[in-house]
């Protein structure tokens, strides 16, 4: 397909999906890190109680409070996902 052809369909508002290769699709920024981290009990207990509350993993809710906190200190390269998340959290 020519490129006008899908940016028509596409502005179009119709379904592209079909035109895609999603086997490669990725999310730039998006890559994942993993870190371990040790907390003492009470504050696990504290991050399991609020999780229970919001209805989310504790994993959940470590992410949202470590973006936050990196959106509130002004990280430029803090996600932009995460900042718009946590304007609409507002």
Known sequence: ???ERFDARFDAEDDITAELDLTKACR????????????????VD?????????GVTRRS??????AD???AAGRPD??????SAARTRR
Do not use: T
């Open 1 to 3: 397909m020519k490129a």
């Open 78 to 83: 803090a996600c932009p996902a995460a900042r």
């Open 28 to 43: 730039p920024g998006h890559a994942h890190r993993r870190v371990n981290v040790d907390f003492p009990v009470w504050m």
């Open 46 to 54: 504290a991050l399991d109680h609020e999780a229970r509350r919001l």
């Open 69 to 71: 906190r990196l959106d």
């Open 61 to 66: 809710v470590i992410k949202m409070w470590v």
